[in-house]
């Protein structure tokens, strides 16, 4: 069974610039979940997508960053403008919408904003 | 709000010493716990977790975990470690088809 892909693996962009991400789930994975990761802490959520809707995204920074999941398979991530405080790992996770709701993460994104 | 303390930063340990990595929860409904590996350079991995049953979890690589409802707690163990087992531990929970929450982590250097 093919994991959690994402891409790029690393991103360095200057700040104000835009940005976006790319997560495929594991097939058959309805839940779909990105978080931020900064160095030294463990990681946050940003958004959690049911199929192509959105669950929650109370922790999103909604003037800054935006995701969409439009066909309820893949989805990315944009950051539009980038701030130094941006830099982190950007993870991917998916879970089946049954059983014991265990998440897969993907690789993740190293953004580094200068 | 839910919220995962770890107490641990950073331990150094010799190689064969035992371990013992603090986790405590603040969730008083029905919670579902995880402690997560992240070897360098690789991403996070799932150790061990716990929906329900006996409390003491058994994950893979030799390490487990105890459930402790009364302290609100769910400390990972493991009786000998390896070099191998350098990484950074997460601990984690969420109730259901819920995103997780994670402390805040502990960095685990062994040495020879």
């Known amino acids: 069974e093919a994991g959690v892909a994402q891409s790029p693996r690393y991103k360095i962009i200057e700040k104000r610039q835009s940005v976006a991400f790319w997560c495929n789930p594991i097939s058959g994975h309805a839940t779909l979940y990105w978080y931020q990761q900064i160095l030294g802490q463990g990681p946050k959520l940003l958004i959690q997508?049911?199929?192509?809707?959105?669950?929650?995204d109370s922790q999103l920074p909604k003037d800054r960053f935006s995701a969409e999941r439009l066909k309820g398979v893949d989805s990315t991530l944009k950051i539009q403008p980038a701030k130094l405080e941006d830099s982190a790992v950007y993870l991917c996770?998916?879970?089946?919408?049954?059983?014991?709701?265990?998440?897969?993460f993907g690789p993740g994104t190293r953004l580094t904003v200068t | 709000a839910q919220s995962v303390s770890q107490h641990n930063h950073h331990v150094i340990l010799s190689e064969a010493a035992s371990l013992e990595l603090g986790c405590n929860y603040s969730y008083g409904g029905t919670v579902n716990l995880f402690w997560y590996v992240q070897y360098p350079g690789q991403h996070l991995q799932l150790l061990l977790k716990y929906f329900s049953g006996d409390p003491l979890v058994k994950g893979i690589k030799g390490f487990e975990a105890e459930f402790i409802k009364s302290k609100f707690s769910f400390n990972l163990r493991k009786p000998s470690v390896q070099w191998s087992d350098t990484a950074e531990y997460f601990c984690a929970e969420n109730s259901g088809n819920t995103p997780l929450v994670f402390g805040k982590g502990t960095r685990l250097s062994v040495i020879a």
């Open positions: 996770a998916s879970s089946h919408p049954v059983g014991d709701y265990e998440q897969y």
């Open positions: 997508f049911q199929n192509n809707g959105v669950v929650d």
